[in-house]
Structures are given as structure tokens and as C-alpha cells.
């Protein structure tokens, strides 16, 4: 279903469809088309508690770039057909892996050259269910990008990081569901999701559904490029979170990069996205793509 037709600053045009739920519910997939067809597709998945009109900015630089973009919203966080997360209305880690599904053939229907092969760029939160989803659907992505994603592991935060998660996830059981803009963290989210979160960080190890399902091997084994992103003072994704990424993937043949210059954060890149476009552009392994005109990423160091 075509729900409208919204106009960027760059004077393209960008789609927005209707992907609907089997529970009855919908997200909403916007799509900016590059002028090449064949150029790669991007999926952007929003990180936890983030209206995915947070990503404008995003969208705009990489169309401009030459690529195929898609944003879906986050389930519960839609602007139109979604539900808000309480008693009557739950869910975790499993449905939202199921909505990136859902958004990656729609992509598929909607650019031809991208089906069953997408780029999926994941922040935070964003990154991890990319990572299931991933594991569990292989033939269906080209590569990664995580821009500030990590593994929540408490090892690499601290000791208060574990009682606070912890916390988290029991605030979520007894409310009916996390009430993140009243704790600053995150928006209202659900239980379960909440319960998932806190059990990985706690464990390293994700695990979700009914009967629960435990995905590091797949993870361990999967083997797809991709490209980590990691900001200079970013306290919700430190560096040793970010390359706990790689150690709990080592299938992945990871290019890294840091960016380190003023005005981004864990938040703030998407809003002056330059610095992670450029990197994008760097890693996409069509060398046919690449274009020798490409800035060099200012502040940050990369390795492959």
C-alpha cells in the first residue's frame, strides 16, 4: 500500500508504503530511489526508542551519494498503524527481527536490484537485531554497517552498567512495559524487548522467542562484510562495546572505523551524517561503485 509522497531538500522524491502485520498492526517503509537502479540499497534500522524521522538528514546524504535508500520504524514507534507498548501489547527481539524481514522483501518488490541483497545499516539497538536478523536469513543480505551498535555486555561497561540493566528489564515486568522517556533512556518500550535486552546484557548472549531461541552460533558462523562505526565519546556504545560486535562475529569481514570530531554523538551522526556516508562509500565493495571523488573521512581512523 502507497501511503504518500514526501519531498526531500535535494528536490528527489521519496515513497512511503504501508507494511503491514499479520497481529493487524503496520510499519511505515520510506524509499528513496538513486538515479542508477542498479545501485546498492540501504536499509536503515532505527535504534531503540527512535521515531525514524530522526534519520532524515541520513536518508538525504546518502541518496545524494548514489545510493537506494529504505527506513522502517521501529514497532512501537510508528507515527501511523502501530501500537503503543503496555499490558495489551507486547513484544521482543523476535518481532522486530521479523519487521526487518518484512522491510527487506518489500525493499526486494520495490527495487529489483536490491532484492536479496541489501545493505542493512543498524544503530544501536538497530545493529543488534541486524545481527539476528542476520544470522537467521543470510541469503537475504549483501553486508552490515553498524554505526554506534554494540553488544550490551555488562563486562565492558561496569559493574553499575549490570545493576541498571538489570533494573531495566525487571521496571519493564512490574509497569507492563519500560517507561524510558520518564528514566531517560530510550522511549516506552516493551517488556519483553526490555527482558531480552537485559538478559543479553547480563550474558553476551542473545536470546529470544517463545520457545526462546538462542542465536550466537549462527551469529559466530555468519560470514557477510561489514562495516563498524564507532564515535569518540560515545558513553552508550564505548569502543569495547562496539568491537565486542567482532568478537562475538568473527565469520565477518569487518572494516572499522572511528570518527572523532565535534558536534556527533550516539545520536547527533545521523543529524550531520558526512563523516559515516564517506565511510560508507569507502567500504561498499563494488569497486564499480566507488568513486575516486569520495572525501576522506576527517578525524577518524579505519582499518581493514
Not at 525514524?52 to 546518502?62: C, M, N, P, R, S
Amino acid at each position: 500500500m502507497t501511503l504518500g509522497i514526501l519531498t526531500s531538500n535535494i528536490g528527489r522524491v521519496s515513497e512511503t508504503y504501508a507494511v503491514e502485520r499479520a497481529e493487524g498492526t503496520s510499519f511505515t517503509l520510506t524509499v528513496a530511489r538513486a538515479a542508477d537502479p542498479e545501485a546498492p540499497t540501504l536499509l536503515i534500522v532505527p535504534a531503540m526508542g527512535m521515531p525514524a524521522g530522526y534519520y532524515d538528514k541520513l536518508i538525504v546524504a546518502l541518496v545524494q551519494a548514489g545510493l537506494n535508500v529504505g527506513r522502517m520504524e521501529q514497532r512501537g514507534h510508528e507515527e501511523v498503524g502501530g501500537k503503543t507498548a503496555g499490558w495489551s501489547y507486547d513484544f521482543g527481539y523476535a518481532d522486530l527481527v521479523d519487521d526487518i524481514d518484512a522491510a527487506v522483501d518489500r525493499l526486494g518488490e520495490l527495487i529489483p536490484a536490491s532484492a536479496g541483497a541489501a545493505y542493512i545499516v543498524g544503530h544501536s539497538l538497530g545493529g543488534q537485531t541486524t545481527s539476528a536478523y542476520a544470522a537467521l536469513n543470510p541469503g537475504k543480505v549483501a553486508g552490515l554497517v553498524y554505526v554506534a551498535s554494540q553488544t550490551p555486555y555488562w563486562r565492558n561497561y561496569g559493574p553499575g552498567f549490570l545493576v541498571a540493566s538489570q533494573a531495566m528489564g525487571l521496571i519493564g515486568q512490574v509497569v507492563g512495559h519500560f517507561p524510558g522517556k520518564q528514566l531517560k533512556f530510550a522511549g516506552r518500550e516493551a517488556r519483553t524487548l526490555m527482558r531480552e535486552w537485559s538478559r543479553y546484557a547480563r550474558t553476551g548472549r542473545l536470546r529470544f522467542g517463545r520457545p526462546k531461541r538462542d542465536v550466537a552460533s549462527l551469529m559466530r558462523e555468519l560470514e557477510k562484510p561489514a562495516l563498524i562505526v564507532s564515535i569518540e565519546g560515545d558513553w552508550l556504545a564505548p569502543s569495547s562495546t562496539v568491537d565486542e560486535i567482532h568478537r562475538r562475529m568473527p565469520g565477518l569481514d569487518v572494516s572499522r572505523v572511528h570518527l572523532d570530531e565535534d558536534g556527533i554523538d550516539h545520536f547527533k551522526w545521523a543529524r550531520r551524517p558526512d563523516s559515516t556516508v564517506a565511510a560508507i562509500l569507502d567500504w561498499l565493495p563494488s569497486a564499480d561503485f566507488r568513486q575516486s571523488t569520495t572525501p576522506a573521512v576527517e578525524g577518524s581512523t579505519a582499518g581493514r
